[in-house]
T-cell receptor, first 114, second 112 residues
């Protein structure tokens, strides 16, 4: 199965700044997904990223706050912009397997905003 | 919409104890069901899955059976080890549906 690498693994950021999270897959995947896992809570889908088109955002998430890039079929970035302490979460990238059932996840980025 | 309800934790067990983590779901059609595990400091890993009713997923001594009549997918293990300490997530998806829905997660701590 493909390997998915995510970085940074963790960061502590000042409020008002931005952080870009990178996700690299060792094979080509059509769609990549970005999730947020708030402290003590489950995963929530932020957006779906296709190569060559704008990302599709879920209700409650907007492009200005969470811009996403997908320059090719193996790479994606998520930026958390103008951060506030409420953005402190674990952010995970993911892609689906060929049969569209199983999902594979990056290691996660633990973000703390102070 | 689709949803997953998972037994709340945390759960603390002694080594070799029996484990059950309950999971029930609400979904239209016939979703695929999953258990994912998140070890400390790591991302989610697939533990087991079942894609149709009455299927049993199993891996590393863990089992779960897809019960459509009770809309459940409870995770069980007969004898837990310290190394099983992690957070366990129940999840579902429907074919070609982008969104994978997750339960709240259950933190398991196994003490020697």
């Amino acid at each position: 199965s493909a390997v998915i690498s995510q970085k940074p693994s963790r960061d502590i950021c000042q409020r008002g700044t931005s952080l870009t999270i990178q996700c690299q897959v060792d094979s080509q995947v059509t769609m990549m997904f970005w999730y947020r896992q708030q402290p003590g809570q489950s995963l929530t889908l932020i957006a779906t990223a296709n190569q060559g088109s704008e990302a599709t955002y879920e209700s409650g998430f907007v492009i200005d706050k969470f811009p996403i890039s997908r320059p090719n079929l193996t790479f994606s970035t998520l930026t958390v912009s103008n951060m506030s302490p409420e953005d402190s979460s674990i952010y995970l990238c993911s892609f689906r397997g060929r049969d569209w059932t199983e999902a594979f996840f990056g290691q996660g980025t633990r973000l703390t905003v102070v | 919409g689709d949803s997953v309800t998972q037994m709340e934790g945390p759960v603390t067990l002694s080594e070799e104890a029996f484990l059950t983590i309950n999971c029930t779901y609400t979904a239209t059609g016939y979703p695929s069901l999953f258990w994912y595990v998140q070890y400390p400091g790591e991302g989610l890993q697939l533990l087991l899955k079942a894609t149709k009713a009455d299927d049993k997923g199993s891996n590393k001594g863990f089992e779960a059976t897809y019960r459509k009549e009770t809309t459940s997918f409870h995770l069980e293990k007969g004898s837990v080890q310290v190394s099983d300490s992690a957070v366990y997530f129940c999840a579902l998806t429907r074919y070609n549906n982008n969104d994978m829905r997750f339960g709240a997660g259950t933190r398991l701590t196994v003490k020697p």
